[in-house]
T-cell receptor, first 114, second 112 residues
Framework: AQSVTQPDIHITVSEGASLELRCNYS??????LFWYVQSPGQGLQLLLK??????LVQGIKGFEAEFKRSQSSFNLRKPSVHWSDAAEYFC????????????FGAGTTVTVRA | DTGVSQDPRHKITKRGQNVTFRCDPI?????LYWYRQTLGQGPEFLTY????????KSRLLSDRFSAERPKGSFSTLEIQRTEQGDSAMYLC??????????FGPGTRLTVL
């Protein structure tokens, strides 16, 4: 079945430490790829997106993600985490060029400790 | 334009009642989407409009659910005869063609 997998349900990281969130997808073609963040009581905010081109994409709030076709992965990274990065993070894909529906992973909750 | 807005933000209702939610998209966006998010899960696609035309409905959208987008502007999502299993966050998003979707804050529905 076609799916988006975020293997880590919950990650705890110290403030100032690096963060990496994993995302794998299983679709035949290279989909459009997105990372969204959701803070409590807030809607989903787009961090970054990959459509084509350079496989390392920069986003807002100091986040970056790397698309690896051979591993069907689109992992999110941040070199130094701030307390305000505590939130839930969702990887999402639009499977085909002419499609429009976002398919989301189950999300990873990030806790930042002082 | 401040983004996608949704109303109400919270709705508590009794089982069997009807509820209606409203979404106001970003004004120049011709695409509008509804998603449902349950606790501990990512959002799931419900339905999609291009202008006023509803082009796709998910199998998640039972006959008790209906969505409209008159005149291609705001959209409403109605749930008839609510059930406890309908309790969720209902998210609306809008976009231009082949572009990122911008999400509203959501309407949290609790069915007692």
């Amino acid at each position: 079945a076609q799916s988006v997998t975020q293997p880590d349900i919950h990650i705890t990281v110290s403030e100032g430490a690096s963060l990496e969130l994993r995302c794998n997808y299983s679709y035949g073609a290279t989909p459009y790829l997105f990372w969204y963040v959701q803070s409590p009581g807030q809607g989903l905010q787009l961090l970054l997106k990959y459509f084509s081109g350079d496989t390392l994409v920069q986003g807002i709030k100091g986040f970056e993600a790397e698309f690896k076709r051979s591993q069907s992965s689109f992992n999110l990274r941040k070199p130094s985490v701030h307390w305000s990065d505590a939130a839930e993070y969702f990887c999402a894909v639009v499977p085909y060029i002419n499609d429009y529906k976002l398919s989301f992973g189950a999300g990873t909750t990030v806790t930042v400790r002082a | 334009d401040t983004g996608v807005s949704q109303d109400p933000r919270h709705k508590i209702t009794k089982r069997g009642q009807n509820v209606t939610f409203r979404c106001d998209p970003i004004s120049e966006h011709n695409r509008l989407y509804w998603y449902r998010q349950t606790l501990g899960q990512g959002p799931e696609f419900l339905t999609y409009f291009q202008n006023e035309a509803q082009l796709e409905k998910s199998r998640l959208l039972s006959d008790r659910f209906s969505a409209e987008r008159p005149k291609g502007s705001f959209s409403t999502l109605e749930i008839q005869r609510t059930e406890q299993g309908d309790s969720a966050m209902y998210l609306c998003a809008s976009s231009l063609p082949v572009d990122e979707q911008f999400f509203g804050p959501g309407t949290r529905l609790t069915v007692l």
